[in-house]
């Protein structure tokens, strides 16, 4: 994808295996907190969020698991598809920053059929 | 809904011109931010904008500024360009600070 850089770490899941994306965040006041998907030539697509009141929450085949403890974020795809491959970010937020979304370097997941 | 729209999606400019690139937020959205995005530096935050006011900045340098119209509309310009400005573009609209939806970018390559 267009934010690849040259250290992205890179995870490889077998197609219908189960993923989990992990996050270190920065900012112990941060209390939103946003999972990106994105693929080559394409902006960022939101996946899910969690607000910092929460540990857990879940989508279509999507789970966040935030750990305020130890500033850690993690998102787990169910039974990953090929169409699931591209690269994954973590963002986060304080109510006080207005737009100034902080986001991670970045993972690059890589499905195979 | 029609998403994020932003124009041009390529552009190609000589060093020391400038550029305006255009963001046109999700209807309600008034809340737009702009970020950078290159492979080394990852994704950062240029400014954010709401109801035509600048309301925060990141680390960038004068040359980059932006502005917000009446219909919520944004652009931003970069003047004296660099090589180092060459990067992909994106604006993200949301409603109270929360739910950011990015557009497609702008991908900007200065020669």
């Known amino acids: 994808g267009e934010s690849v850089g040259l250290h992205l770490p890179t995870l490889s899941v077998q197609e219908g295996d189960n993923s989990i994306i992990n996050c270190a965040y920065s900012n112990s006041a941060s209390d939103y907190f946003i999972w990106y998907k994105q693929e080559s030539g394409k902006g960022p697509q939101f996946i899910i969020d969690i607000r910092s009141n929460m540990d857990k929450r879940q989508g279509q085949r999507v789970t966040v698991l935030l750990n305020k403890t130890v500033k850690h974020l993690s998102l787990q795809i169910a039974a990953t598809q090929p169409g699931d491959s591209a690269v994954y970010f973590c963002?986060?937020?304080?109510?006080?920053?207005?737009?100034?979304?902080?986001f991670g370097k970045g993972t690059k997941l890589s499905v195979k059929p | 809904k029609a998403g994020v729209t932003q124009t041009p999606r390529y552009l190609i400019k000589t060093r020391g011109q400038q550029v305006t690139l255009s963001c046109s937020p999700i209807?309600?959205?008034?809340?737009v931010s702009w970020y950078q995005q290159t492979p080394g530096q990852g994704l950062q935050f240029l400014f954010e904008y709401f109801s035509e006011t600048q309301r925060n900045k990141g680390n960038f340098p004068g040359r980059f500024s932006g502005r917000q119209f009446s219909n919520s509309r944004s652009e931003m310009n970069v003047s004296t360009l660099e090589l180092g400005d060459s990067a992909l573009y994106l604006c993200?609209?949301?409603?109270?600070?929360?739910?950011?939806?990015f557009g497609s970018g702008t991908r900007l390559t200065v020669v």
């Open positions: 209807s309600g959205h008034r809340s």
């Open positions: 993200a609209s949301s409603t109270h600070s929360y739910g950011y939806t």
């Open positions: 963002a986060e937020i304080y109510s006080g920053s207005q737009g100034n979304l902080i």
